[in-house]
């Protein structure tokens, strides 16, 4: 899905996805306004998936998100959902929110479906802690987890 930054940074290219030592870093969680949404940049804390329901904490560290830890999430945290798949360590842009992107979603959710945290690291579901503003624009029936279009009206947020 193209992508095209309409305030907050200079060349930014939210797909791409950064190490430690590349010149073109941001700084963590700057945050940036494209025509799909609001981004947040952040730091993989582990590997992350493609379209991982995700938090960034007060640093910039970024984690998958589960039932489990969403609700230790501290205030200063964020959700996110990951643009891109990450390594350990490597760096990139997150979707807060604001917009439409593809989430990971748990198979037999419906379209129209309000999202919540699952047992699965990263997976967005139903039974879970819910995911504010964070709703499923198509059904998932893949059979397993999968890339579904999402919307959210509002920054993502959970735990509140």
């Known amino acids: 899905m193209a992508r095209k930054v309409l ?14 030592t590349s010149s ?4 963590y969680r700057t945050m940036v306004e494209a025509d799909s949404g609001v981004y947040i940049y952040g730091q993989a804390s582990g590997a992350i998936a493609e379209g991982a329901l995700c938090f960034i904490d007060e640093t910039g560290q970024v984690t998958e998100m589960t039932t489990t830890n969403s609700g230790s999430t501290p ?5 996110c959902v ?19 992107e593809e989430v990971l ?14 047992a699965s690291a990263g997976v967005a579901g139903a ?11 198509e059904a998932n029936s893949s059979g397993g987890a999968a890339l579904t279009t999402c919307q959210a009206a509002g920054l993502l947020s959970t735990n509140e």
């Open 7 to 20: 305030s907050g940074a200079f060349g930014v290219d939210l797909s791409k996805v950064h190490t430690s």
């Open 24 to 27: 073109d870093r941001f700084s």
């Open 75 to 79: 205030k200063e945290a964020c959700v």
């Open 82 to 100: 990951a643009d891109g798949g990450l390594a350990d360590n490597a760096e990139g842009w997150f979707w807060r929110g604001k917009g439409v």
């Open 105 to 118: 979603v748990a198979d037999s959710v419906a379209d129209d479906a309000a999202l919540t945290t699952t």
């Open 127 to 137: 039974g879970g802690d819910a995911v504010n503003s964070l709703v499923t624009t």
